[in-house]
Protein backbone atom coordinates (compact mmCIF):
# COMPACT_ATOMS: atom_id res chain seq x y z
CA UNK A 1 0.00 0.00 0.00
CA UNK A 2 1.29 3.27 -1.07
CA UNK A 3 1.80 6.56 1.50
CA UNK A 4 -0.40 8.32 -0.39
CA UNK A 5 -3.19 5.36 -0.79
CA UNK A 6 -2.83 5.35 3.18
CA UNK A 7 -3.71 8.59 4.20
CA UNK A 8 -6.25 8.52 1.60
CA UNK A 9 -7.99 5.54 2.94
CA UNK A 10 -7.35 7.10 6.83
CA UNK A 11 -8.95 10.12 5.96
CA UNK A 12 -11.82 8.25 4.90
CA UNK A 13 -12.38 6.04 7.60
CA UNK A 14 -11.98 9.55 9.90
CA UNK A 15 -14.73 11.18 8.07
CA UNK A 16 -17.16 7.59 8.14
CA UNK A 17 -16.53 7.73 11.91
CA UNK A 18 -17.17 11.48 12.56
CA UNK A 19 -14.19 11.82 13.95
CA UNK A 20 -13.96 15.36 12.42
CA UNK A 21 -16.92 16.85 13.73
CA UNK A 22 -16.79 18.95 17.23
CA UNK A 23 -19.45 17.98 19.83
CA UNK A 24 -20.63 20.45 22.39
CA UNK A 25 -22.04 19.11 25.61
CA UNK A 26 -25.21 21.20 26.60
CA UNK A 27 -28.06 20.68 29.32
CA UNK A 28 -30.84 18.04 28.29
CA UNK A 29 -33.33 20.62 29.16
CA UNK A 30 -31.93 22.39 26.09
CA UNK A 31 -32.08 19.68 24.16
CA UNK A 32 -35.25 20.12 21.82
CA UNK A 33 -37.77 16.66 21.45
CA UNK A 34 -37.55 14.51 17.98
CA UNK A 35 -40.22 13.35 16.51
CA UNK A 36 -39.65 10.61 15.00
CA UNK A 37 -41.57 10.41 11.42
CA UNK A 38 -42.98 6.79 11.36
CA UNK A 39 -45.01 4.81 7.71
CA UNK A 40 -47.04 2.27 8.10
CA UNK A 41 -45.56 -1.55 6.92
CA UNK A 42 -49.60 -2.27 6.14
CA UNK A 43 -49.47 -5.20 8.83
CA UNK A 44 -50.86 -3.96 11.96
CA UNK A 45 -48.90 -7.13 13.71
CA UNK A 46 -45.75 -5.78 12.57
CA UNK A 47 -46.38 -2.07 13.14
CA UNK A 48 -47.15 -3.36 17.04
CA UNK A 49 -43.30 -4.88 16.96
CA UNK A 50 -41.91 -2.00 15.33
CA UNK A 51 -43.52 0.35 17.53
CA UNK A 52 -45.60 1.84 15.47
CA UNK A 53 -44.55 1.35 12.04
CA UNK A 54 -41.12 1.69 10.19
CA UNK A 55 -38.69 5.02 11.11
CA UNK A 56 -37.00 6.85 8.89
CA UNK A 57 -33.21 6.36 8.69
CA UNK A 58 -33.67 3.59 11.16
CA UNK A 59 -31.89 0.23 10.63
CA UNK A 60 -33.58 -3.18 11.35
CA UNK A 61 -32.45 -6.64 12.22
CA UNK A 62 -34.86 -9.66 10.91
CA UNK A 63 -33.36 -13.08 12.68
CA UNK A 64 -34.75 -16.13 11.86
CA UNK A 65 -34.39 -20.14 11.39
CA UNK A 66 -33.92 -21.21 7.17
CA UNK A 67 -37.26 -21.69 5.89
CA UNK A 68 -38.98 -19.63 8.60
CA UNK A 69 -40.54 -16.97 6.67
CA UNK A 70 -38.37 -13.69 6.64
CA UNK A 71 -37.96 -13.21 3.05
CA UNK A 72 -42.08 -13.86 2.50
CA UNK A 73 -42.57 -11.14 5.21
CA UNK A 74 -40.09 -8.30 4.28
CA UNK A 75 -40.99 -9.18 0.37
CA UNK A 76 -44.92 -8.83 1.17
CA UNK A 77 -44.29 -5.50 3.30
CA UNK A 78 -42.04 -4.45 0.88
CA UNK A 79 -45.01 -4.71 -1.87
CA UNK A 80 -47.12 -2.65 -0.18
CA UNK A 81 -45.52 0.22 0.55
CA UNK A 82 -44.37 0.07 -2.81
CA UNK A 83 -48.09 0.21 -3.19
CA UNK A 84 -48.01 3.47 -1.39
CA UNK A 85 -45.80 5.33 -3.95
CA UNK A 86 -42.62 5.07 -2.05
CA UNK A 87 -39.18 3.17 -3.90
CA UNK A 88 -38.14 0.34 -2.58
CA UNK A 89 -35.03 -1.59 -3.22
CA UNK A 90 -34.85 -5.04 -2.84
CA UNK A 91 -31.01 -6.67 -2.88
CA UNK A 92 -30.92 -10.51 -2.55
CA UNK A 93 -27.39 -12.55 -1.93
CA UNK A 94 -28.63 -15.75 -2.24
CA UNK A 95 -31.15 -15.78 -4.75
CA UNK A 96 -31.66 -14.76 -8.58
CA UNK A 97 -33.85 -12.17 -9.91
CA UNK A 98 -35.91 -14.64 -11.10
CA UNK A 99 -36.57 -17.01 -7.64
CA UNK A 100 -37.35 -13.38 -6.05
CA UNK A 101 -39.74 -12.76 -9.42
CA UNK A 102 -41.25 -16.42 -8.46
CA UNK A 103 -41.99 -15.52 -5.02
CA UNK A 104 -43.69 -12.36 -5.29
CA UNK A 105 -46.00 -13.70 -7.84
CA UNK A 106 -47.19 -16.08 -5.62
CA UNK A 107 -47.24 -13.52 -2.57
CA UNK A 108 -49.35 -11.11 -4.77
CA UNK A 109 -46.35 -8.78 -4.44
CA UNK A 110 -45.34 -7.26 -7.57
CA UNK A 111 -44.96 -3.60 -8.81
CA UNK A 112 -43.19 -1.32 -10.59
CA UNK A 113 -41.87 0.53 -7.44
CA UNK A 114 -40.25 -2.56 -6.03
CA UNK A 115 -36.69 -2.58 -7.73
CA UNK A 116 -34.82 -5.82 -6.72
CA UNK A 117 -30.90 -6.80 -7.49
CA UNK A 118 -28.90 -9.91 -6.89
CA UNK A 119 -25.78 -7.97 -5.61
CA UNK A 120 -23.46 -9.02 -2.68
CA UNK A 121 -20.92 -6.63 -2.95
CA UNK A 122 -21.27 -3.72 -0.82
CA UNK A 123 -19.56 -0.98 -2.96
CA UNK A 124 -22.33 -1.86 -5.82
CA UNK A 125 -24.86 -1.63 -3.61
CA UNK A 126 -24.14 1.37 -2.33
CA UNK A 127 -23.72 2.60 -5.90
CA UNK A 128 -27.29 0.85 -6.47
CA UNK A 129 -28.73 2.86 -3.01
CA UNK A 130 -27.57 6.02 -4.21
CA UNK A 131 -28.78 5.34 -7.76
CA UNK A 132 -32.65 4.50 -6.70
CA UNK A 133 -32.78 6.90 -3.62
CA UNK A 134 -35.51 4.32 -2.21
CA UNK A 135 -37.61 5.01 1.04
CA UNK A 136 -36.66 1.25 2.21
CA UNK A 137 -34.00 -0.97 1.34
CA UNK A 138 -33.87 -4.70 2.33
CA UNK A 139 -30.04 -6.57 2.89
CA UNK A 140 -31.02 -10.52 2.45
CA UNK A 141 -28.81 -11.72 3.46
CA UNK A 142 -26.42 -10.19 5.66
CA UNK A 143 -24.22 -13.22 5.96
CA UNK A 144 -23.72 -12.82 2.07
CA UNK A 145 -22.40 -9.52 1.50
CA UNK A 146 -18.90 -8.12 1.94
CA UNK A 147 -16.37 -5.53 1.23
CA UNK A 148 -13.93 -5.58 -1.33
CA UNK A 149 -11.11 -4.37 0.36
CA UNK A 150 -11.20 -7.11 3.46
CA UNK A 151 -9.73 -10.09 2.23
CA UNK A 152 -11.45 -12.69 4.59
CA UNK A 153 -14.70 -14.11 3.15
CA UNK A 154 -18.38 -13.66 2.97
CA UNK A 155 -19.99 -14.48 6.72
CA UNK A 156 -16.47 -14.14 8.80
CA UNK A 157 -17.13 -12.40 11.40
CA UNK A 158 -14.96 -9.27 9.94
CA UNK A 159 -16.91 -8.95 6.92
CA UNK A 160 -20.34 -9.48 9.01
CA UNK A 161 -19.26 -6.53 11.70
CA UNK A 162 -17.91 -4.38 9.06
CA UNK A 163 -20.82 -4.55 6.28
CA UNK A 164 -23.22 -3.95 9.04
CA UNK A 165 -21.75 -0.48 9.91
CA UNK A 166 -21.12 0.27 6.50
CA UNK A 167 -24.34 -0.33 5.64
CA UNK A 168 -26.08 1.64 9.30
CA UNK A 169 -23.88 4.57 7.77
CA UNK A 170 -25.15 4.91 4.37
CA UNK A 171 -28.92 4.94 5.34
CA UNK A 172 -27.92 7.21 8.20
CA UNK A 173 -26.02 9.44 5.68
CA UNK A 174 -28.91 9.39 3.16
CA UNK A 175 -32.29 9.69 5.80
CA UNK A 176 -33.60 6.06 4.53
CA UNK A 177 -34.42 3.03 6.16
CA UNK A 178 -33.17 -0.76 5.79
CA UNK A 179 -34.18 -4.38 6.98
CA UNK A 180 -31.08 -6.28 7.25
CA UNK A 181 -32.25 -10.47 6.95
CA UNK A 182 -29.69 -12.57 9.37
CA UNK A 183 -29.67 -16.43 9.66
CA UNK A 184 -29.36 -18.28 13.46
CA UNK A 185 -27.54 -21.31 14.23
CA UNK A 186 -28.58 -24.81 15.30
CA UNK A 187 -28.51 -23.19 18.97
CA UNK A 188 -31.03 -20.19 17.94
CA UNK A 189 -27.98 -17.67 18.62
CA UNK A 190 -27.20 -15.35 15.64
CA UNK A 191 -25.18 -16.25 13.10
CA UNK A 192 -22.05 -13.94 12.96
CA UNK A 193 -20.88 -11.57 16.04
CA UNK A 194 -23.35 -10.38 18.39
CA UNK A 195 -22.20 -7.29 17.75
CA UNK A 196 -24.29 -7.07 14.67
CA UNK A 197 -27.38 -6.59 17.73
CA UNK A 198 -25.31 -3.14 18.73
CA UNK A 199 -25.23 -1.81 15.68
CA UNK A 200 -28.96 -1.84 14.35
CA UNK A 201 -31.40 -0.01 15.99
CA UNK A 202 -33.78 -3.05 16.25
CA UNK A 203 -33.78 -7.03 16.49
CA UNK A 204 -37.14 -8.42 15.84
CA UNK A 205 -36.74 -12.48 16.18
CA UNK A 206 -38.85 -14.57 13.81
CA UNK A 207 -39.85 -17.80 15.30
CA UNK A 208 -42.27 -20.23 14.15
CA UNK A 209 -41.94 -24.35 13.84
CA UNK A 210 -41.87 -25.73 10.29
CA UNK A 211 -44.85 -27.99 11.17
CA UNK A 212 -46.90 -24.88 12.64
CA UNK A 213 -49.19 -22.41 10.43
CA UNK A 214 -48.08 -19.79 12.78
CA UNK A 215 -45.17 -17.80 13.13
CA UNK A 216 -44.18 -15.03 16.18
CA UNK A 217 -41.97 -11.91 15.53
CA UNK A 218 -41.46 -10.37 18.81
CA UNK A 219 -38.76 -7.24 19.33
CA UNK A 220 -35.91 -8.29 21.78
CA UNK A 221 -33.72 -4.63 21.07
CA UNK A 222 -35.74 -2.05 19.90
CA UNK A 223 -34.74 2.21 20.04
CA UNK A 224 -38.15 3.40 19.24
CA UNK A 225 -40.83 1.06 20.69
CA UNK A 226 -41.78 -1.41 23.31
CA UNK A 227 -39.30 -4.73 23.39
CA UNK A 228 -42.14 -6.82 25.09
CA UNK A 229 -44.56 -6.42 22.17
CA UNK A 230 -45.46 -9.98 19.72
CA UNK A 231 -46.76 -9.88 16.14
CA UNK A 232 -48.32 -13.20 15.61
CA UNK A 233 -48.76 -14.33 11.51
CA UNK A 234 -50.48 -17.39 10.03
CA UNK A 235 -48.54 -19.02 6.87
CA UNK A 236 -50.88 -19.26 4.06
CA UNK A 237 -50.57 -20.52 0.72
CA UNK A 238 -50.18 -16.65 -0.36
CA UNK A 239 -47.72 -15.47 2.21
CA UNK A 240 -48.08 -14.53 5.90
CA UNK A 241 -51.21 -12.40 7.00
CA UNK A 242 -52.13 -10.82 10.48
CA UNK A 243 -53.81 -12.84 13.30
CA UNK A 244 -55.26 -10.36 14.80
CA UNK A 245 -57.44 -12.26 17.54
CA UNK A 246 -54.09 -13.91 18.82
CA UNK A 247 -56.22 -15.43 22.31
CA UNK A 248 -58.08 -17.63 20.10
CA UNK A 249 -55.06 -19.24 19.04
CA UNK A 250 -54.26 -20.34 22.45
CA UNK A 251 -57.13 -21.72 23.33
CA UNK A 252 -58.48 -25.19 22.03
CA UNK A 253 -61.74 -26.32 21.39
CA UNK A 254 -62.05 -29.08 23.72
CA UNK A 255 -63.65 -27.70 26.55
CA UNK A 256 -63.11 -28.34 30.36
CA UNK A 257 -60.94 -30.70 31.67
CA UNK A 258 -58.83 -32.28 34.49
CA UNK A 259 -55.41 -30.52 34.43
CA UNK A 260 -56.27 -27.65 32.20
CA UNK A 261 -56.44 -23.68 33.57
CA UNK A 262 -56.98 -20.64 31.43
CA UNK A 263 -54.56 -18.05 32.92
CA UNK A 264 -53.89 -14.53 30.75
CA UNK A 265 -50.33 -13.11 30.17
CA UNK A 266 -49.10 -9.82 28.99
CA UNK A 267 -47.30 -9.56 25.58
CA UNK A 268 -46.28 -5.72 25.25
CA UNK A 269 -49.28 -3.82 25.58
CA UNK A 270 -52.08 -6.56 25.33
CA UNK A 271 -53.12 -9.53 27.49
CA UNK A 272 -53.35 -13.01 25.57
CA UNK A 273 -55.58 -15.68 27.13
CA UNK A 274 -53.76 -19.50 27.21
CA UNK A 275 -54.55 -22.30 28.06
CA UNK A 276 -52.08 -24.28 30.17
CA UNK A 277 -51.95 -28.23 30.25
CA UNK A 278 -50.75 -30.17 32.71
CA UNK A 279 -50.20 -34.00 33.27
CA UNK A 280 -49.51 -35.88 36.50
CA UNK A 281 -48.43 -39.40 36.67
CA UNK A 282 -47.48 -41.79 38.98
CA UNK A 283 -44.11 -43.01 38.64
CA UNK A 284 -41.62 -46.20 39.62
CA UNK A 285 -38.49 -44.30 38.79
CA UNK A 286 -36.59 -42.02 41.29
CA UNK A 287 -36.12 -39.03 40.18
CA UNK A 288 -39.13 -38.15 38.73
CA UNK A 289 -39.20 -36.30 35.65
CA UNK A 290 -40.09 -32.68 35.51
CA UNK A 291 -40.95 -31.52 31.96
CA UNK A 292 -41.90 -28.31 30.29
CA UNK A 293 -41.01 -26.36 26.86
CA UNK A 294 -43.00 -23.22 28.06
CA UNK A 295 -41.90 -22.27 31.87
CA UNK A 296 -38.70 -22.70 33.34
CA UNK A 297 -38.14 -25.91 35.04
CA UNK A 298 -36.81 -24.50 38.39
CA UNK A 299 -39.73 -22.34 38.31
CA UNK A 300 -41.86 -25.33 37.65
CA UNK A 301 -39.86 -27.50 40.88
CA UNK A 302 -40.45 -24.35 43.08
CA UNK A 303 -43.72 -24.18 42.50
CA UNK A 304 -43.95 -27.95 43.39
CA UNK A 305 -42.22 -27.84 46.49
CA UNK A 306 -45.23 -25.14 47.69
CA UNK A 307 -47.57 -27.62 46.77
CA UNK A 308 -46.00 -29.80 48.67
CA UNK A 309 -45.32 -28.41 51.43
CA UNK A 310 -47.70 -25.86 52.16
CA UNK A 311 -51.00 -27.30 50.74
CA UNK A 312 -50.03 -30.75 51.58
CA UNK A 313 -50.86 -32.47 48.78
CA UNK A 314 -49.10 -35.33 49.59
CA UNK A 315 -47.40 -37.75 46.83
CA UNK A 316 -47.31 -35.52 44.36
CA UNK A 317 -43.46 -34.76 44.45
CA UNK A 318 -43.27 -38.44 43.80
CA UNK A 319 -45.10 -38.54 40.19
CA UNK A 320 -43.50 -37.23 36.80
CA UNK A 321 -45.36 -33.94 35.62
CA UNK A 322 -45.75 -32.26 32.83
CA UNK A 323 -46.59 -28.85 31.67
CA UNK A 324 -47.00 -26.64 28.28
CA UNK A 325 -49.47 -24.41 26.68
CA UNK A 326 -51.68 -24.63 23.88
CA UNK A 327 -50.10 -22.92 20.49
CA UNK A 328 -46.53 -23.45 22.52
CA UNK A 329 -46.73 -20.01 24.14
CA UNK A 330 -43.33 -19.48 26.05
CA UNK A 331 -44.42 -18.07 29.68
CA UNK A 332 -41.98 -16.31 31.62
CA UNK A 333 -44.00 -13.80 34.18
CA UNK A 334 -44.80 -14.47 37.88
CA UNK A 335 -48.42 -13.57 37.06
CA UNK A 336 -48.97 -17.72 35.95
CA UNK A 337 -47.80 -19.17 39.18
CA UNK A 338 -51.28 -19.40 40.73
CA UNK A 339 -52.38 -21.23 37.38
CA UNK A 340 -49.81 -23.45 36.95
CA UNK A 341 -50.43 -24.94 40.62
CA UNK A 342 -54.25 -24.94 39.96
CA UNK A 343 -53.46 -27.08 36.55
CA UNK A 344 -51.14 -29.29 38.97
CA UNK A 345 -53.34 -29.88 41.49
CA UNK A 346 -56.60 -30.98 39.04
CA UNK A 347 -54.37 -33.37 37.02
CA UNK A 348 -53.23 -34.61 40.09
CA UNK A 349 -56.70 -34.66 41.89
CA UNK A 350 -58.50 -35.54 38.04
CA UNK A 351 -60.79 -32.91 38.84
CA UNK A 352 -62.08 -30.19 35.97
CA UNK A 353 -61.20 -27.00 37.75
CA UNK A 354 -64.40 -24.55 37.66
CA UNK A 355 -65.68 -23.79 34.03
CA UNK A 356 -65.26 -20.43 32.22
CA UNK A 357 -62.92 -19.08 34.86
CA UNK A 358 -59.49 -17.69 34.64
CA UNK A 359 -56.66 -17.72 36.91
CA UNK A 360 -53.63 -15.36 37.79
CA UNK A 361 -51.57 -14.26 40.35
CA UNK A 362 -47.63 -14.73 41.79
CA UNK A 363 -46.90 -17.42 44.36
CA UNK A 364 -44.80 -17.07 47.17
CA UNK A 365 -42.46 -19.50 48.89
CA UNK A 366 -44.99 -19.23 52.33
CA UNK A 367 -48.10 -20.55 49.65
CA UNK A 368 -49.31 -16.36 49.41
CA UNK A 369 -50.38 -15.09 46.31
CA UNK A 370 -49.06 -11.75 45.78
CA UNK A 371 -51.02 -9.35 42.93
CA UNK A 372 -49.70 -8.50 39.60
CA UNK A 373 -49.59 -5.21 37.44
CA UNK A 374 -52.32 -4.62 34.57
CA UNK A 375 -55.14 -7.13 36.21
CA UNK A 376 -57.80 -4.98 34.73
CA UNK A 377 -56.68 -5.21 31.25
CA UNK A 378 -56.37 -9.05 32.06
CA UNK A 379 -59.53 -9.31 32.95
CA UNK A 380 -61.26 -7.20 29.96
CA UNK A 381 -59.87 -9.95 27.54
CA UNK A 382 -61.59 -12.76 29.52
CA UNK A 383 -64.70 -10.80 29.58
CA UNK A 384 -64.06 -10.41 25.81
CA UNK A 385 -64.19 -13.94 25.29
CA UNK A 386 -66.83 -14.74 27.30
CA UNK A 387 -65.16 -16.07 30.54
CA UNK A 388 -67.74 -15.56 33.85
CA UNK A 389 -65.51 -15.70 36.43
CA UNK A 390 -61.83 -14.77 37.73
CA UNK A 391 -59.93 -16.22 40.56
CA UNK A 392 -57.62 -13.60 41.19
CA UNK A 393 -54.89 -12.07 44.09
CA UNK A 394 -56.57 -10.49 47.15
CA UNK A 395 -54.91 -7.15 46.74
CA UNK A 396 -56.21 -6.89 42.90
CA UNK A 397 -59.44 -7.67 44.01
CA UNK A 398 -59.70 -5.22 46.74
CA UNK A 399 -58.62 -2.32 43.85
CA UNK A 400 -61.19 -3.50 41.62
CA UNK A 401 -64.18 -4.95 43.23
CA UNK A 402 -66.03 -1.71 43.42
CA UNK A 403 -65.41 -0.14 39.84
CA UNK A 404 -65.26 -3.64 37.60
CA UNK A 405 -68.63 -5.27 36.21
CA UNK A 406 -68.95 -8.20 33.38
CA UNK A 407 -67.48 -10.65 34.75
CA UNK A 408 -66.91 -12.13 38.68
CA UNK A 409 -63.87 -11.86 40.69
CA UNK A 410 -62.98 -13.79 43.23
CA UNK A 411 -59.43 -12.73 45.78
CA UNK A 412 -57.82 -14.91 47.52
CA UNK A 413 -54.58 -14.72 49.92
CA UNK A 414 -53.28 -18.44 49.45
CA UNK A 415 -53.15 -21.32 47.11
CA UNK A 416 -55.26 -23.46 49.21
CA UNK A 417 -58.04 -20.57 49.13
CA UNK A 418 -57.44 -20.52 45.51
CA UNK A 419 -57.77 -24.52 45.29
CA UNK A 420 -61.16 -24.47 47.25
CA UNK A 421 -62.78 -22.50 44.61
CA UNK A 422 -61.04 -23.46 41.36
CA UNK A 423 -61.00 -27.63 42.96
CA UNK A 424 -64.14 -28.01 45.59
CA UNK A 425 -63.23 -30.75 47.30
CA UNK A 426 -59.81 -30.96 46.81
Known amino acids: MTEEFAIEEKDQQTERRGLNTASRPMPITEIGAEVLPRYSTASAEFDRVLGGGIVTDSMVLIVGDPGVGKSSLTLKTCANLAATGKKILYVTGEESVGQIRMRAERLNALHENLTVVSETNLTNIETHIKNIRPSLTVIDSVQTMYRPELESAA ?43 HIVDTVLYFEGERTSDYRVLKAVKNRFGNTNELGIFEMRDTGLVDVPDASRLFLSDVGNRAGTVIIPVMEGTRALLVELQSLVAPTPYVPPHRVSDVIDIKRLQLLLAVLERRVHLSGLGACDIFVKAAGGMKIDEPAADLGICMAMASSFANRKPWEKTIVFGEVGLSGDVRPVARAELRLNEAKRLGFARAVIAKKNYLQLKDRYSGIEIYGVASVSEALKLVLPKV
Open 155 to 197: GSVSQVRECAAEILRIIKSMGIAAFVIGHVTKDGTLAGPRILE
